[in-house]
Each structure stands twice: as C-alpha cells, then as structure tokens.
C-alpha cells in the first residue's frame, strides 16, 4: 500500500513539474491569440504590441479570487496600471457547465457588480489558451512587455490565503514587476507558484 502510495505521489509531483514546466518561459515570446470579448468585440495580443500587457486567468466562483475582487485589491490594481497605459486582459477559461463559466452577458454583469477594471473581459470556453500559457490557477497572472515577451509569470502575492486580511502584508508580485519593468529596471521576482483554484478546463 505504501509503495502503491508513494508510486501515485511521485507520478503527481512528476506531472505538476512537466505541466509547469511548459509554461512560457521568462523572456521568451508570449503565445499569440485571439478571443472573443464581453464586449462582442475579438482581441488578439497583437493588437497591443507595444505595450506592457498583463493576464489574469479568472474564476468568480473560486474563494482566491473572491479574496482580491471583494477586497478591491485587483480593481485598485487594474485602475492603477492601466492609467500608466498597461493593458489588462481577465481571462475565463472555465469549460461551459463548469464552476467559473460565463456567457459574455453574464461576464458584463459580473463586471458591472464588481466594478472591475480590465481593458477587456476574455472568454476561453475551450480553454485553448488557457492551455497555451499552462495557467493552472485562478488567479494565474502573467505579464508581457512590449516587445512581446514574458517577464512575470506566478502568483499575483505572497500569500497563498484566501483570506483578505493578508493582503496587506503580502507582497505584491504583479505591481512589483511592473513598477521595475517600466522603471526600466530588472524584474526580481520574474517567476512564482501560482496559487489558487484550478482552472476549471474542458479536459
């Protein structure tokens, strides 16, 4: 039992690495796409080129994400940035049916209620893209400079919680990258573990 046990360990731990692993690498070129929007409207990440571009992979039912939306710490952050010119896409990748699916007027509606802030709202229900990046999680955030490629990738804090009492004490990876990056600086924290639930895909 014990051998059996340890066998099924080792083959999950050896699983999450490779799926981890094919995540973008940092400073390689971020997957193109285009996907419908809320707001009926295709974006494709080329439109942006030229711009620092940030992706959030979204779940409103999943208490991680609750924890940054009903705290107003991820509107504070798409307000924030994207008076500074950087795009944010929220990304729904959750298969039709699943926890986490929306139709574009639902997601209108969601937007509405918690007053969020992204450039677009990005509907994934096949999860094609949510499977190019290798996002596992919600929220699973990635950030691409302008000349195309992947500088952050991971956790949006430090705080694996879901508890919005943290978040003050917490480092904020997204901000941090992107106030370094368009300072011109390095990133210092370039890649994470992303937490949260899973993202809720098609298979």
Same mark, same amino acid.
């Given at each position: 039992?014990?051998?059996?046990? $340890?066998i099924?360990? %080792?083959? %999950?731990? !050896?699983?999450g690495? %490779?799926?981890a692993?094919? =995540?973008?690498?940092?400073?390689? +070129?971020a &997957?193109s $796409? #285009?996907l419908?929007?809320?707001?009926?409207?295709?974006? =494709?990440l080329?439109?942006?080129k030229?711009?620092?571009?940030?992706?959030?992979?979204f779940?409103?039912?999943?208490?991680?994400v609750?924890?940054?939306y009903? !705290?107003?710490?991820?509107?504070?952050?798409?307000?924030q940035?994207?008076?500074? +010119?950087?795009?944010?896409?929220?990304?729904?990748? !959750?298969? &039709?049916g699943?926890? +986490? #699916? %929306?139709? *574009?007027?639902?997601?209108?509606?969601r937007?509405s209620?918690?007053?969020?802030?992204p450039?677009?709202?990005?509907l994934?229900p #096949?999860?094609?893209?949510g499977?190019?990046?290798h996002a596992?999680?919600t929220?699973?955030?990635f950030?691409?400079n302008?000349s195309?490629?992947?500088?952050?990738?991971?956790?949006?804090? =430090? /705080?694996p919680?879901?508890n919005p009492?943290?978040i /003050?004490?917490s480092?904020n990876?997204?901000a *941090?990258a992107l =106030?370094e990056?368009?300072? +011109? /600086?390095?990133?210092s924290?370039?890649?994470t573990?992303?937490?949260?639930?899973s993202?809720?895909?098609?298979?």
């Amino acid at each position: 039992m014990k051998t059996k046990l $340890f066998i099924l360990t %080792l083959t %999950l731990v !050896s699983t999450g690495a %490779l799926f981890a692993a094919e =995540s973008p690498k940092i400073g390689a +070129g971020a &997957p193109s $796409f #285009s996907l419908p929007g809320a707001d009926g409207k295709t974006h =494709s990440l080329g439109d942006f080129k030229g711009k620092y571009v940030v992706l959030e992979w979204f779940n409103p039912g999943c208490p991680f994400v609750q924890k940054h939306y009903k !705290s107003d710490n991820m509107q504070t952050l798409q307000q924030q940035f994207t008076g500074k +010119g950087v795009v944010w896409l929220t990304i729904d990748s !959750s298969a &039709p049916g699943a926890e +986490g #699916s %929306l139709t *574009a007027e639902e997601a209108k509606k969601r937007m509405s209620e918690w007053n969020m802030h992204p450039t677009a709202f990005l509907l994934d229900p #096949s999860g094609k893209v949510g499977h190019e990046y290798h996002a596992t999680n919600t929220p699973h955030m990635f950030i691409i400079n302008p000349s195309g490629n992947v500088i952050y990738e991971g956790a949006i804090d =430090s /705080k694996p919680s879901t508890n919005p009492g943290d978040i /003050k004490d917490s480092t904020n990876y997204v901000a *941090a990258a992107l =106030s370094e990056a368009m300072a +011109g /600086k390095p990133v210092s924290t370039a890649q994470t573990k992303a937490y949260g639930c899973s993202v809720k895909y098609a298979d």
